[in-house]
């Protein structure tokens, strides 16, 4: 008499996320011709024309951090950010087909995506940084752990952003294009180009609302030891806004779950 195995939810959900993982990074390498260029290339020129228009026209000059890392983490940690979060977004609509699985479910394809973007991401900045190092920049850390824990927080932000914008951009395709507008601000506001400390106290405060802000400064101050950033920088802030929008993405996911399926 045969039996028959009974498989977990975890190792469904397992096979399910590793599918969707392979599927996603092929689509994400092969879906244009040459991808995996643009992926690097899109950091990698923002980084030099910041780094012209600091260090050449400016004459911008750092005593305690090396202008050309400051930009590159800076800039690494708002696009790790950014794409995860419109990425996240449209994470439900591209992957509709697949959801005629029950196995499959919409909050599965933003996790999937969010983890691919890590995964592409975590390459390309060693890629920069290795490019760095080959101009005999200094690249290493003085605080590996830190720099860690601060990308990790910047990654879960951005995937609590994935969570919500995911559902407001399926059931509200009108709100989904504001919030890619509302990225390029969002650039400005963030810290990617200037310490938060060399602002005025008003424009001070307004920043550092803004959570990315927080991981970006704290990425730095892992980064290089003599670096004197806002003494007002919290990691604390940015775990409980990245805690809240993913507890708040899921919610809405699971509210919404059969509104999103049937789109």
């Known amino acids: ?47 030099v024309f910041l780094m012209v228009v ?8 750092r005593q305690d951090a090396n202008i050309e890392v400051f930009i590159l983490v800076g800039v690494w940690g708002f696009f790790l950010v950014r794409n995860i979060a419109q990425r996240g977004m449209e994470a439900i609509n591209a992957n509709q087909a697949l959801f005629s699985y029950r196995q499959v479910q919409p909050v599965d394809t933003v996790l999937v995506r969010a983890t691919v973007e890590a995964f ?4 390309v900045g060693a890629v920069l940084l290795a490019a760095l190092a080959l101009l005999d920049i200094d690249v290493r850390p003085a ?33 989904g294009k504001l919030i890619r507008i509302v990225f390029t601000p969002l650039y400005f506001l963030s810290a990617v180009m200037y310490s938060v400390s060399s602002m ?36 604390g802030y940015l775990g409980f806004c990245a805690l809240a929008t993913v507890f708040l993405g899921l919610a809405m996911h699971m509210r919404y779950a059969t509104r999103l399926t049937a789109q």
């Open 143 to 175: 605080d590996p752990l830190l720099v860690m824990w601060s990308a990790f927080l910047l990654w879960a932000f951005g995937l609590g952003l994935g969570l919500m914008f995911s559902v407001i951009g399926t059931l509200l395709p009108g709100l």
């Open 200 to 235: 005025p106290r008003a424009m001070r405060e307004v920043v550092l609302v803004n959570p990315i802000t927080h991981g970006l400064e704290a990425m730095r101050s892992g980064w290089f030891a003599a670096y004197h950033g806002e003494a007002h920088i919290s990691l």
């Open 1 to 47: 008499m045969s039996r028959t195995s009974v498989r977990s939810d975890v190792s469904i959900a397992v096979s399910v996320w590793r599918a969707l993982f392979l599927r996603e990074a092929s689509a994400r390498l092969a879906g244009a011709r040459a991808a995996w260029i643009w992926i690097l290339l899109e950091p990698a020129a923002h980084i």
């Open 54 to 61: 600091f260090g050449v026209i400016r004459h911008q000059v």
């Open 120 to 123: 592409l991401y975590v390459i």
